[in-house]
């Protein structure tokens, strides 16, 4: 009797062995899901192995209850990736392969559900004699002059799902499911082919001439026209009739990249993956790639989990975004599982940015990766202009110096447009008692509540707690209470009293949060005229602004002094990534910086030198420092409402002598210690050798799952963490 280990969504790592039936019409398969009787609960789970023995006395074994799919849901080399990815980022694999699922299969659906069905007379239906019900004839009729029709096709002509459904019942007609794989035999439709400049003519060339699995860093300055280097090494991949992965680091990005493609590519079967698709859409993407019906995926990080029918190329962009990394649950990267799989399938993979992260840019210093530099805009013969403004003893309101006013002035005077930034939403981060300092702090979290006044709010933007203001200070009484502090809320009303007649668009969570809205605002902000955009981060993923010839930023100074090792790195980033939104239209932009510290050598040296030479000097503080990406790091974190149950908790898991190989440091409050009433509290986990560092997790976990404390806490392991806090 053959034996199944079987995966299920359960907090443990290990599988658990299952009889299955006998005399099965088809081989039963490691990927394929199940129904099991699970701890007196039925539960859906994915068959890691077929044996014929088990550690387990075979009498006392359950039977399973039901086998879902007659071919596996997961191929093997994405089952491959996927227990990869449990075992490098020390998660249950049963949660793991569940969360890679689209939520329709992870229900047991059909995979077929969404998919485009057909409709088409039986033998026994071309040959049946006239119906007595009139809309049943009538769909007969309808099929025997149109051949096989799309469900709904015949829905939008009246046709009821009534009389459909009963005449599939009497075998008058079948329906069926049929994949749309002709684009892979058509000629490839190729339009608006841009002319590559030698730079990008190098890069196609080198990336073209690869053979097999090779990683390429492509670190193009903004406006270097990396994306065009993409489309043109895609032709090839399509032209091969094989298929590809675009990841994106968020939704925000999805809409205007997915155009650029679809105008390039006009006849190829294009697909999306993101958070706002509906469960039917993803479940139809999933399979429309699994049957090879689509050409190219454009989705952010969990669309590394798709199946495809014959990947040829694998494409990160912007790949230093933090958006690629999960921040809960299974905690992996989108960018190192995409190096994994292009390795796995021995194909391309190309990580494009104009600010890499340091982890990815040191592999291309060792000559792990190989590095194509694009160092020229492609449409701009100037580089933008920096302007550091020193913001000691500088007239200002609402955030925004005197001299910043009179800049914004001028260039809406030449019908351009103005990028204020400032990465800090709401109107202002508290609100201050000017007689007793009161603060709006938030009860359960230990930081501030940001004041909302379009909506009159006080919200946490941590624990999600939200209040009205108060008219009286709760400590003193007394009514004087202000704004302290600025958000880009407060920007865009004081912009709009300074400019009356300028439209100003506001881009941050709040104001896209409907659907279309981000769209909408981007089309607005793509019409000619003087405007003045208002945001945050969001304004600095990608888009393509081509009237914009000022960037403010605003601010500048929080990302200098910080606990996270990381904080120059990502402000630099922040930095390049805002000021590239200046100068697209073939005109040198111009970048202020407010800052008071107008002297700091991480400033000094980007607007002088640029992002390349300042990561490779950051690099070498990194070596000196011993921090990543010269050593392996872990961070494992524990909450829970009595903070004395997670100090006791994490200091049994600090050994009495020290560990040959690994340090740790801790237990330690994490930056924010407290978040919607739970105490937090985080141990750093390091290593110089990474194999060292996951022999010890592995031990670790294998420990907390025996221990009685590690219930009564929330606890999380987070391997190559990008967020300390």
């Known amino acids: 009797m053959k034996i199944a280990a079987v995966s299920i969504k359960v907090?443990?790592?290990?599988?658990?062995?299952?009889?299955?039936?006998?005399?099965?019409?088809?081989?039963?398969?490691?990927?394929?899901?199940?129904?099991?009787?699970?701890?007196?609960?039925?539960?859906?789970?994915?068959?890691?192995?077929?044996?014929?023995?088990?550690?387990?006395?075979?009498?006392?074994?359950?039977?399973?209850?039901?086998?879902?799919?007659?071919?596996?849901?997961?191929?093997?080399?994405?089952?491959?990736?996927?227990?990869?990815?449990?075992?490098?980022?020390?998660?249950?694999?049963?949660?793991?392969?569940?969360?890679?699922?689209?939520?329709?299969l992870r229900q047991g659906k059909s995979p077929d559900k969404t998919s485009i069905s057909y409709l088409e007379l039986t033998e026994q239906g071309k040959a049946h004699k006239p119906l007595k019900g009139k809309k049943q004839q009538a769909l007969v009729e309808h099929l025997l002059g149109s051949g096989k029709t799309p469900i709904t096709e015949l829905k939008a002509l009246g046709f009821a799902s009534q009389t459909i459904k009963s005449l599939i019942n009497n075998k008058v007609i079948h329906e069926f499911i049929e994949f749309d794989e002709q684009w892979q035999s058509r000629e490839l439709s190729v339009?608006?082919?841009?002319?590559?400049?030698?730079?990008?003519?190098?890069?196609?060339?080198?990336?073209?001439?690869?053979?097999?699995?090779?990683?390429?860093?492509?670190?193009?300055?903004?406006?270097?026209?990396?994306?065009?280097?993409?489309?043109?090494?895609?032709?090839?991949?399509?032209?091969?009739?094989?298929?590809?992965?675009?990841?994106?680091?968020?939704?925000?990005?999805?809409?205007?990249?997915?155009?650029?493609?679809?105008?390039?590519?006009?006849?190829?079967?294009?697909?999306?993956?993101?958070?706002?698709?509906?469960?039917?859409?993803?479940?139809?993407?999933?399979?429309?790639?699994?049957?090879?019906?689509?050409?190219?995926?454009?989705?952010?990080?969990?669309?590394?989990?798709?199946?495809?029918?014959?990947?040829?190329?694998?494409?990160?962009?912007?790949?230093?975004?933090?958006?690629?990394?999960?921040?809960?649950?299974?905690?992996?990267?989108?960018?190192?599982?995409?190096?994994?799989?292009?390795?796995?399938?021995?194909?391309?993979?190309?990580?494009?940015?104009?600010?890499?992260?340091l982890e990815t840019l040191h592999k291309a210093l060792a000559n792990k990766y190989q590095l194509?530099?694009?160092?020229?805009?492609?449409?701009?013969?100037?580089?933008?202009?920096?302007?550091?403004?020193?913001?000691?003893?500088?007239?200002?309101?609402?955030?925004?110096?005197?001299?910043?006013?009179?800049?914004?002035?001028?260039?809406?005077?030449?019908?351009?447009?103005?990028?204020?930034?400032?990465?800090?939403?709401?109107?202002?981060?508290?609100?201050?008692?000017?007689?007793?300092?009161?603060?709006?702090?938030?009860?359960?979290?230990?930081?501030?509540?940001?004041?909302?006044?379009?909506?009159?709010?006080?919200?946490?933007?941590?624990?999600?707690?939200?209040?009205?203001?108060?008219?009286?200070?709760?400590?003193?009484?007394?009514?004087?209470?202000?704004?302290?502090?600025?958000?880009?809320?407060?920007?865009?009303?004081?912009?709009?009293?300074?400019?009356?007649?300028?439209?100003?668009?506001?881009?941050?969570?709040?104001?896209?949060?409907k659907k279309g809205s981000l769209e909408q605002a981007l089309t607005e902000i793509n019409t000619s005229g003087p405007r003045i955009l208002v945001g945050t981060q969001m304004l600095a993923k990608g888009h393509h602004f081509p009237d914009v010839s000022l960037v403010i930023i605003l601010d500048v100074d929080s990302g200098l002094y910080s606990c996270d090792f990381r904080a120059t790195e990502h402000l630099a980033q922040l930095i390049i990534q805002v000021s590239g939104r200046a100068g697209r239209s073939g005109e040198a932009g111009q970048v202020l910086l407010q800052t008071h510290f107008p002297e700091h050598p991480l400033l000094q040296d980007l607007i002088n030198n640029g992002y390349q030479d300042f990561a490779r000097y950051a690099l070498t503080e990194r070596e000196v420092t011993e921090f990543p990406p010269y050593t392996a790091m872990a961070l494992f974190r524990a909450e829970a409402h009595d903070i004395q149950l997670v100090l006791d908790f994490l200091n049994l898991l600090i050994p009495e002598q020290s560990l040959h190989g690994i340090q740790l440091l801790g237990p330690i409050p994490a930056p924010l210690e407290k978040i919607a009433g739970k105490f937090r509290y985080q141990i750093h986990i390091q290593s110089d050798n990474r194999n060292n560092l996951h022999q010890y997790l592995s031990q670790l976990v294998d420990y907390l799952s025996k221990s009685k404390l590690a219930a009564k806490v929330r606890w999380s392991l987070d391997v190559d963490p990008i967020d300390m806090a």
């Open 372 to 513: 194509l530099t694009l160092a020229n805009r492609a449409q701009t013969a100037t580089d933008n202009q920096y302007h550091l403004l020193d913001m000691k003893g500088q007239p200002e309101e609402a955030g925004i110096a005197k001299a910043s006013l009179d800049t914004i002035k001028l260039h809406l005077k030449k019908q351009k447009q103005v990028m204020v930034f400032l990465n800090r939403r709401g109107f202002s981060p508290t609100l201050i008692c000017h007689e007793c300092g009161w603060l709006s702090d938030c009860e359960r979290c230990s930081t501030n509540a940001t004041y909302h006044k379009s909506i009159q709010s006080l919200i946490c933007h941590h624990c999600g707690d939200q209040k009205p203001p108060p008219f009286q200070c709760p400590d003193c009484g007394s009514t004087q209470i202000m704004p302290a502090g600025k958000g880009t809320e407060q920007i865009e009303e004081y912009l709009h009293e300074q400019f009356p007649d300028i439209p100003i668009n506001r881009i941050d969570r709040e104001t896209t949060r």
């Open 11 to 104: 907090p443990l790592h290990k599988t658990f062995d299952y009889l299955l039936p006998e005399h099965l019409p088809f081989d039963v398969a490691p990927g394929m899901r199940v129904i099991v009787n699970f701890a007196r609960q039925k539960k859906i789970g994915i068959i890691i192995e077929v044996k014929n023995e088990s550690d387990f006395d075979i009498k006392k074994l359950k039977k399973v209850d039901e086998i879902l799919d007659e071919i596996p849901i997961l191929q093997p080399h994405l089952l491959a990736l996927l227990k990869f990815a449990a075992k490098y980022y020390c998660y249950p694999l049963g949660e793991t392969l569940q969360i890679a699922l689209p939520k329709l």
């Open 191 to 357: 339009q608006n082919r841009l002319t590559l400049n030698s730079e990008q003519a190098v890069a196609c060339a080198a990336i073209n001439q690869s053979e097999g699995y090779k990683t390429f860093l492509l670190e193009g300055i903004t406006g270097s026209g990396k994306t065009e280097v993409y489309l043109q090494v895609l032709e090839q991949v399509l032209k091969q009739g094989k298929q590809a992965l675009v990841l994106v680091p968020e939704i925000g990005l999805t809409p205007q990249t997915v155009n650029r493609f679809r105008r390039r590519f006009p006849d190829t079967p294009i697909m999306l993956w993101h958070s706002a698709l509906t469960d039917n859409e993803r479940l139809q993407t999933w399979r429309f790639c699994e049957k090879g019906s689509c050409a190219i995926v454009i989705g952010t990080r969990s669309a590394i989990f798709t199946p495809f029918a014959k990947l040829g190329m694998i494409i990160v962009d912007e790949e230093h975004d933090n958006s690629f990394k999960q921040q809960d649950t299974l905690r992996y990267h989108a960018r190192d599982l995409a190096a994994f799989r292009a390795h796995q399938l021995q194909v391309p993979l190309i990580l494009g940015s104009a600010t890499p992260a």
